[in-house]
């Protein structure tokens, strides 16, 4: 899995450090503050309210402040806009589960590690368990919900179910969501390239061999435009 | 009474073919709700406070700020003042609140305060365990071990072999959702191995009757023996959801905690002494084991050693069980099989070393010890041999030539018994000609859904999509919880049953107008037509047709553990790896690994073979990563997490073959389970060809770099062979 794209934030809630990825400027209620912010000289309280939402100043650049309360969020999700109501410390993750009911994505190690939780984001895989949910806000979020067309699996959802490449079936939504990021980079790839592409997600049943084949017949099919099967 | 078997291989057309699990789409896409994706209305989210110390008394607990915080809905002690804890992430206290920050920041406002008490938590060197941790049990003697091993013409090896501690690490940790109908009713969406018993071991700890307990579970995120009891979490769960006015309310345990407390395969190290006479013949066998289960005790006497004990004349066995303050073990696939196979296969394989045997030959020559399985076992060993190609590939110990990286074999035998649970299936056919099947059973993923749906469907000659499957309900007719490989013989038998003796009622109804007997009936591809005369028939809706209003429902009946005909036990099964090993930096490549194994009659050839594969990369996993890592000053566990406790990836597995004897000798037995077996042999297997590889033992799993270099160490030095 190519890295998130992290940098350390800030929110008032806990005043707790979490990872996060690139913040888009101007995006509604964005609660994430620059990576100078850590480096500078502290917080600065400015305009103690401006339309409902504090706002601090960073390092000589101003910068909302969100929560410790629920705030109103807006995901786009597989093409369409989710509204939820949030803490702002609310992973991704657990805002598509507990909120929005796309359980497809699971929590396993919660950290970062497994793989589980893969999503989407503006294209590139995330472990959602990793990133905030309001960091997700403006961008495109794809989940393991969204990728048939039609009624019709996605070619490496076909290819998972022909060649056994689940048994419980836990992680395959990860993986799933994983295999179809890897073969849109790597349309023909090395088994190296397997092992490194799809190394970030752990299966705990060991349906790595039925994985190896339906990578194979994915990777085929993909590259035959047979979209849908 | 009708007479129950299996079709003859020409008459089938689904059972022993390769198909695509029933359920695979539902997984693929997201839309299969394990119990940790069920949300239910009003539903609160429920969080344990976990004891941090490995033994210590709990002297008070002050939950008044967490009680008083806006969204929290309950809170209850579980341990209170006065309880001694044995194990860090006991639990504590539990909390209800409307949503998980809420339930976390609660857990974090409670205070309890401790007594620490003295703990004791790593047994891997005996010389460490003090005395009143070992408990030792009473030696077994057979023979005369010391004259054979004095005997001159004999060759006696000696060494020391061991499993560490690893743990279930289900991906969907253990947790449930319980919610209250009323006064006395209970609804529970569990993660569990047995869905028609953990309901009633509810009602007994909650005081309501059995049947008052309903419980639904679709899939399942991974057992592997952990998940058969309802748990403290499960009844606290539900006296929590009480005190909460019924709500529902949901636990699942965090990562951390699914690795301290949820499960963990007992350690057995032991001190080996074997002896074999000149031409390779075992004569001897003892050993002083060891290991821990945690507080209790885990003793594996009864199968050292593997598989040979029952024929081999001497022996000595002694057991010492360590009690440490670490999480309880539970049942994790083939109990005690594959760590009294580790140590078994590689003392074996070292003393073929000795006696500079092919292990492959020294095995072949010994297989009667084995008993009556033996022909089985020389069958495997010599198609295994042949797919591994070990005649070609295999060296003498060490002997591996120049460089850094060197190639070895290594191979190991196993058995499980795998005989059928008591199940029920209740079958209805209606007369618009669907069907449905409806049975307490489970599908760990091990196809248990698809299988019964091949058995249904093939006996009515009727497409896979014909049969309805309803399972994961214990209002269903009971079935066995899912452990010992006893599923597929007990769900395909029950029904198998049902199927027949429906089919046999539908017969009747219809034979009058085809102007035939009912046993001169047969159901295939669609149609139910006169044997002897396939043109005299009708289609499968026609003859339900006949049925008018009256659907036929019959319940099919695998009466007790074990009983024919249609299923029976006892399997073995031969694996071998081909590894490479770094002995600069100490790391394992799986190069190849096979597995020849029979199981009687296959059901679904696809998920069968899923099921050894899985069980072989399970053991690439225990064999070269997994440990449960405890710290001696904090007895905390280090790795509660996976990045630290490695499971493997898919690059870590090399090219995997399996091969099943099937066919005459093997389909008339029925099927027998296979979610054991082949996770037995990997460890052996494994350590036997890295030993042949750079010729010293690795004593320990997993096999670690730091462990390969701290064998060529003790031997004289990595760069000794470069």
């Known amino acids: 899995l190519p890295p998130v794209d992290s940098r350390e934030v800030i929110f008032e809630n806990g005043g707790k450090l979490m990872s996060s990825s690139e913040d888009k400027p101007g995006t509604p209620n964005s609660g994430v503050s620059r990576r100078s912010f850590l480096k500078g000289t502290g917080l600065v309280l400015s305009v103690p309210l401006v339309s409902g939402v504090r706002v601090v100043e960073v390092a000589g650049a101003q910068v909302k402040v969100l929560g410790p309360g629920k705030i109103p969020i807006t995901l786009n999700i597989n093409g369409a806009a989710r509204t939820a109501q949030i803490e702002p410390r609310v992973t991704l993750l657990d805002t598509l589960r507990n909120e929005l009911d796309l359980t497809g994505a699971k929590r396993v190690c919660d950290r970062g590690t497994c793989g589980a939780c893969t999503v989407m984001v503006d294209g590139k895989t995330v472990y959602s368990c990793s990133m905030l949910a309001v960091e997700a806000q403006g961008k495109q979020i794809t989940t393991v919900e969204g990728l048939e067309q039609n009624g019709q699996l996605h070619p490496v959802q076909q290819a998972f179910v022909d060649n056994d490449a689940q048994q419980c079936g836990f992680c395959t939504p990860g993986f799933v969501m994983a295999c179809t990021a890897f073969l849109s980079k790597y349309p023909n790839p090395t088994p190296e390239q397997i092992a490194r592409g799809v190394g970030g997600n752990t299966c705990r049943c060991g349906t790595y061999i039925g994985m190896k084949a339906a990578i194979a017949q994915a990777a085929q099919n993909l590259r035959g435009g047979r979209r849908n099967g | ?722």
């Open chain 2, 1 to 722: 009474m009708a007479e129950y078997k299996w079709p003859e291989a020409d008459k089938r057309s689904l059972i022993g073919k390769r198909i695509s699990r029933v359920d695979g789409p539902a997984k693929v896409t997201g839309k299969a709700k394990y119990a940790y994706d069920i949300k239910r209305p009003g539903m609160l989210y429920g969080k344990i406070l976990h004891a941090p110390y490995a033994h210590a008394r709990v002297v008070s607990i002050d939950t008044s700020v967490a009680e008083k915080m806006p969204g929290v809905q309950a809170v209850k002690i579980i341990q209170g003042p006065g309880t001694e804890i044995q194990w860090a992430g006991s639990e504590i206290v539990a909390v209800a609140a409307v949503d998980e920050p809420t339930a976390e920041d609660a857990i974090r406002a409670i205070k309890v305060e401790y007594e620490r008490l003295p703990h004791f938590v790593n047994e891997a060197d005996l010389a460490q365990v003090p005395q009143d941790r070992r408990k030792p049990g009473n030696e077994e003697l057979a023979g005369n071990p010391d004259q054979a091993f004095q005997d001159p013409d004999s060759v006696v090896v000696e060494g020391t072999y061991g499993n560490s501690v690893i743990t279930h690490c289900c991906l969907e940790a253990h947790g449930q959702i319980v919610e209250w109908e009323g006064e006395n009713n209970v609804l529970i969406h569990p993660s569990t191995q047995a869905v028609s018993v953990i309901g009633g071991q509810l009602a007994q700890a909650l005081g309501i009757p059995a049947g008052n307990v309903h419980l639904q579970m679709d899939y399942i995120g991974g057992g592997f023996g952990s998940k058969f009891s309802i748990d403290r979490w499960g009844t606290e769960c539900a006296r929590i959801s009480k005190l909460a006015g019924g709500k529902p309310v949901k636990i699942m345990l965090d990562r951390k905690a699914e690795l301290m407390v949820a499960g963990t395969r007992p350690s057995v190290y032991a001190r080996v002494k074997v002896a074999a006479k000149k031409d390779g013949t075992i004569t001897a066998w003892q050993s002083e084991s060891w290991g821990t289960a945690g507080m209790g005790g885990a003793n594996p006497l009864g199968q050292l050693p593997y598989i040979i004990r029952q024929n081999l004349a001497n022996r000595r066995l002694r057991h010492i069980d360590v009690p440490t303050n670490t999480g309880p073990s539970r049942a994790w696939r083939a109990p005690t099989h594959p760590q009294t196979c580790l140590i078994t296969m590689s003392a074996l394989d070292d003393l073929a070393a000795a006696l500079k045997m092919d292990p492959l030959d020294f095995f072949l020559k010994n297989l009667e010890l084995t008993g009556s399985r033996a022909n089985v076992y020389r069958e495997e060993l010599l198609k295994a041999a042949e797919m591994i190609e070990w005649k070609k590939n295999w060296h003498p110990r060490g002997e591996t030539g120049r460089g850094p990286v060197k190639r070895g074999l290594g191979l190991s035998i196993h058995t499980w018994q795998g005989s059928p649970h008591a199940s029920n299936c209740d079958i209805t056919i209606h007369p618009d000609g669907s069907v449905e099947l409806k049975m307490g059973t489970q599908d760990l993923g091990t196809g248990t859904r698809t299988v019964v749906n091949i058995v249904a469907a093939e006996t009515f000659g009727l497409p896979l999509e014909s049969v309805k499957v309803f399972i994961g309900d214990n209002r269903y007719p009971t079935s066995g919880a899912s452990g010992g490989s006893t599923t597929v013989g007990g769900v395909s038998s029950s029904t198998r049953r049902a199927a027949v003796d429906a089919l046999n009622q539908l017969f009747e109804k219809v034979a009058p107008a085809l102007s035939a007997q009912p046993d001169q009936l047969e159901a295939r591809g669609g149609r139910v037509f006169v044997s002897t005369e396939p043109s005299r028939g009708m289609t499968w809706q026609q003859a339900c047709a006949r049925l008018g209003t009256q659907p036929i429902t019959v319940t099919g009946k695998q009466p007790a553990p074990g009983s024919p005909p249609l299923a029976s036990g006892g399997v073995g099964g031969v694996q071998m790896a081909d590894v490479s090993v770094d002995i600069e930096t100490g790391i394992v490549k799986m190069n190849k690994m096979v597995c020849v194994q029979d199981c009687g009659l296959i059901i679904d050839l696809k998920t069968a073979e899923s099921q050894v594969y899985g069980a072989m990369i399970m053991g690439v996993a225990y064999s070269l990563f997994e440990e449960r890592i405890m710290d001696n000053r904090t007895g905390q566990m280090l790795n509660a997490n996976m990045e630290f406790y490695r499971l493997g990836g898919i690059g870590d597995v090399g090219e995997m073959q399996v091969h099943f004897l099937t066919g005459a000798g093997h389909d008339e037995r029925g099927p027998v389970g296979l979610g054991e077996p082949p996770t037995v042999s990997p460890g052996a297997a494994i350590s036997n060809a890295v030993a042949n590889a750079i010729g010293v033992r690795v004593p320990t799993l997993p096999i670690t770099p730091e462990r390969v270099l701290a064998a060529l160490e003790k031997k004289g030095g990595s760069s000794a062979k470069l």
